[in-house]
T-cell receptor
Framework: DVKVTQSSRYLVKRTGEKVFLECVQD?????MFWYRQDPGLGLRLIYF???????EKGDIPEGYSVSREKKERFSLILESASTNQTSMYLCASRRKIGLYEQYFGPGTRLTVT | QKEVEQNSGPLSVPEGAIASLNCTYS??????FFWYRQYSGKSPELIMF????GDKEDGRFTAQLNKASQYVSLLIRDSQPSDSATYLCAVFSGGYNKLIFGAGTRLAVHP
């Protein structure tokens, strides 16, 4: 059974705080992704990683950074949280070759006040 | 032109009917196609994937792919109120090496 977990379901932070969102997958997937989802804007890709220590910018990387020190773990970092980063954050993973099925974690609802 | 297009809905069907959800895509080189179901406040859940032209059936769900027309659809037979959700179509683009998602179609199944 595939499993992607995220460190928190709900998080409330203050403007200017540094925020860490953690994602762990147990499927030995090479590719991992961070999205945000907002009403009317759909899923937007922030960053992705196709291997340990590798990262690629997605469509909206500004204000975010990522870290992938181990294959199973991919972290999203908000260096200085702002209110416009209030959103649902979704982590996903996928095998690099062969089947392209992508699985999502449960999501983190982040509120920045 | 959006890369993956879906009618936003809501698509309203009575319980027991067939719900038909449609998706078109622009990249002719797309290789694989996915349907996700997303309940309000939850994350997307993969329910179907299809790689070849034709139909693929899994329980009450059938995915249909027509690469010549760049069209993929999801049929839900015997629709239940628990099927009420937003359905996201996603297309894997080899050129971008990532999934491209549609905006989703909201389905409402009423008793």
């Amino acid at each position: 059974d595939v499993k992607v977990t995220q460190s928190s379901r709900y998080l409330v932070k203050r403007t200017g705080e540094k925020v860490f969102l953690e994602c762990v997958q147990d499927m030995d997937h090479e590719n991992m992704f961070w999205y945000r989802q907002d009403p009317g804007l759909g899923l937007r890709l922030i960053y992705f990683s196709y291997d340990v220590k590798m990262k690629e910018k997605g469509d909206i990387p500004e204000g975010y950074s990522v870290s992938r020190e181990k294959k199973e773990r991919f972290s999203l970092i908000l260096e200085s949280a702002s209110t416009n980063q209030t959103s649902m954050y979704l982590c996903a993973s996928r095998r690099k070759i062969g089947l392209y099925e992508q699985y999502f974690g449960p999501g983190t609802r982040l509120t920045v006040t | 032109q959006k890369e993956v297009e879906q009618n936003s809905g809501p698509l309203s069907v009575p319980e027991g009917a067939i719900a038909s959800l449609n998706c078109t895509y622009s990249d002719r080189g797309s290789q694989s196609f996915f349907w996700y179901r997303q309940y309000s406040g939850k994350s997307p859940e993969l329910i179907m994937f299809i790689y070849s032209n034709g139909d693929k059936e899994d329980g009450r769900f059938t995915a249909q792919l027509n690469k010549a027309s760049q069209y993929v659809s999801l049929l839900i037979r015997d629709s239940q109120p628990s099927d009420s959700a937003t359905y996201l179509c996603a297309v894997f683009s080899g050129g971008y090496n990532k999934l491209i998602f549609g905006a989703g179609t909201r389905l409402a199944v009423h008793p």
